[in-house]
């Protein structure tokens, strides 16, 4: 679901089930149970805070002029670049497949 969309369905209030929010693009899984949800989410919480905010930052700024959005993402990585959770993977040379 893009920008506009999204914004226009909240701003109407559109009442939507799962299975149409889904075919929109509006989420991208449906649970049958907690235990499924809960394991989706034990991925996100085995994970550092301060990655994902920077990811968040970085995103939002696609919304912004060129330089503005080039900026946010310069001090996001600034950030983060050399940081301990850097350094910590470095050291454990993990391979991402």
Known sequence: ???SRTLESLATAAVM???RL???GF???IYANDQDFEAYLKKFMAIDIEPIKGLKKAASALHT???EAFNVERSVFASLWGG???L???AANKKHN
Do not use: V
């Open 1 to 3: 679901m893009g920008y």
């Open 17 to 19: 089930d799962a299975e």
């Open 22 to 24: 889904k075919q929109i």
């Open 27 to 29: 989420i991208q899984h």
């Open 65 to 67: 002029r060129d330089s």
């Open 84 to 86: 301990p959770l850097q």
């Open 88 to 90: 910590a993977a470095l």
